[in-house]
């Protein structure tokens, strides 16, 4: 469906909005740095490390007004192609870029007003279809050689396969892009760059994104009942650990329903899915696909540090005097895969803790007993930052497919619409909704800072043809400690596939 925003209908922003946005702290939700690249003199066969470049952006950072001179298209559409949110799904609960009217929502205000500010500067006429698998749509106008979309908007992984696949536009080949200004989440792409090249990019206009980010929620009376009662000061002192997280687990299981079993039906320090592994190996700032000096990637699953990560992993997850893996429980499986019971579970507060990405939130608007957030744990204290991940299926990026026939004006209204994005949709999520609306209290606003300063991406979760992810999720539900043999059964593949992607990533850069 083809839904068109004119001049004519973005007409009016509430002064209401803006004042109330321009005067919310911009806060830059971007880790700084190169993330997953080993420094020459730190890497080795056995380490992948992630330099400390995070102070390059902090929440503090304000965005720049990149002065693009405007261009004056006489109404001319421009297209960008979204995804169509699904009704009901709290993973993707905004529409990104759709806003037809303001109607009192900060979300949708903040992007009409964005919206606005691009149109009535380039005097365009937005177009803007949806469409619940923009990878097909996207790739069926590149392979018959149509300009149908100016911009595309896919999931982190589909705008992979689509970079390999050859269907997207070198980032740098694109005028007025600047991903090392705070509106772009420069780490992340940086993660994601191969010989220092990027095809899709994100920043402040990717909502998805800035919702798809881990965090660890907490119950703060099941907490106080327990005279647990400085996690937060934890957090802050930078001693929060996996050592600690595990300890604060022990002693919260419970056989509510006295059946002699330890179920789902009974209360837990820790819940969780499988999913779980991603946010807690990245947290220990350990990567499964690494780079070298020159920004190649290389497969790291098998190093000494990683198979000890693992390790340590599965066996957390698999205390069950601590924590309820749901997936190891067929009764506990519902229509909408595994998650819905650990949802419930620290709904009716049976779970001190429960392990989500920031978008978990909203299944909580309702919950009776007080929560809080904190980033996922330290590997040890020899670990300085806390490290968050991004997650690749429900987040998005922003992408130009190479059929765009003009990259001079794209790339002015790209960078724009970034900027813009960070004075009015990053506040209005941010500051406003996530901090202001849901967060319960000053101290999870402070968590938040913490979490969103350092966020990275594995490159390995955007490679979905690696069988990387669902091998990691079977080592903790089948609570598989021979992992260090079936990595090496499947390594030979696991390089071939990373080798081929690399090659042609780099013969497009050329």
């Not at 837990?268 to 779980?276: C, E, P, Q």
């Not at 519902?334 to 779970?351: C, K, L, P, T, V």
């Not at 990259?407 to 004075?423: H, K, N, P, V, W």
């Amino acid at each position: 469906m083809n839904i068109r925003i004119t001049p004519l209908l973005l007409r009016v922003i509430s002064l209401i909005l803006t004042a109330l946005l321009l005067s919310s702290a911009l806060i830059s939700c971007g880790g700084g740095g190169s993330g997953n690249q080993p420094s020459a003199e730190t890497s080795s066969p056995d380490t992948v490390s992630v330099p400390d470049t995070a102070a390059d952006e902090t929440p503090e950072t304000v965005s720049p007004d990149p002065k693009i001179e405007a261009v004056d298209c006489d109404g001319a559409g421009f297209a960008i192609l979204s995804r169509e949110r699904p009704e009901g799904n709290f993973c993707y609960p905004y529409k990104e870029f759709f806003a037809s009217e303001e109607n009192g929502d900060v979300i949708n205000d903040a992007v009409f007003a964005r919206n606005l500010a691009v149109t009535e500067k380039y005097n365009i006429t937005l177009e803007l279809p949806e469409n619940p698998d923009v990878q097909s749509a996207a790739n069926r106008a590149v392979m018959a050689g149509e300009d149908s979309y100016d911009i595309v908007v896919p999931m982190h992984l589909q705008a992979y396969n689509m970079s390999v696949a050859g269907h997207l536009t070198n980032i740098a080949d694109i005028p007025y892009v600047d991903i090392e200004k705070p509106y772009w989440r420069t780490s992340v792409m940086k993660n994601a760059s191969v010989g220092g090249s990027n095809y899709f990019a994100t920043g402040d206009l990717n909502l998805a994104a800035l919702n798809g980010v881990g965090v660890l929620f907490f119950n703060k009376e099941l907490a106080a009942e327990r005279k647990i009662d400085d996690l937060y000061d934890t957090v802050r002192a930078g001693d929060w650990t996996l050592d600690r997280f595990t300890d604060y687990c022990r002693g919260i299981t419970m056989d509510l329903n006295g059946d002699q079993q330890l179920n789902g039906e009974d209360m837990f320090g820790l819940t969780v899915n499988g999913f779980v592994w991603q946010p807690l190996f990245a947290a220990t700032n350990s990567v499964i696909v690494g780079k070298d000096s020159e920004d190649i990637p290389y497969f790291a699953w098998d190093t000494t540090h990683n198979l000890e990560v693992i390790e340590r992993i599965v066996n957390f997850v698999n205390d069950r005097e601590s924590v309820i893996l749901v997936n190891q429980f067929p009764e506990l499986q519902d229509a909408n895969g595994w998650g819905q019971a650990s949802i419930d579970m620290f709904n009716e507060a049976r779970a001190l803790f429960w392990a989500e990405q920031i978008y978990g939130v909203h299944t909580l608007r309702n919950m009776d007993t007080d929560f809080g957030i904190l980033p996922y744990p330290k590997y040890n204290d020899k670990q300085e930052d806390y490290t968050a991940y991004m997650h690749c299926g429900w987040t998005s990026t922003t992408c130009v497919p190479i059929t765009n026939t003009d990259l001079d004006l794209t790339g002015r209204i790209l960078e724009d619409l970034a900027y813009q994005s960070s004075i009015t949709v990053r506040p209005a999520y941010y500051d406003v909704t996530l901090k202001g609306k849901i967060s319960r209290d000053n101290d999870s606003g402070d968590m938040l800072d913490i979490i969103y300063t350092r966020v990275n991406l594995d490159p390995v979760l955007l490679m979905g043809g690696l069988p990387v992810d669902n091998t990691m999720r079977n080592f903790l539900i089948k609570n598989n400690l021979n992992f260090a043999s079936e990595i090496e059964s499947l390594k030979s593949q696991c390089v071939a596939k990373l080798a081929s992607d690399v090659e042609a990533l780099l013969k497009l850069a050329k």
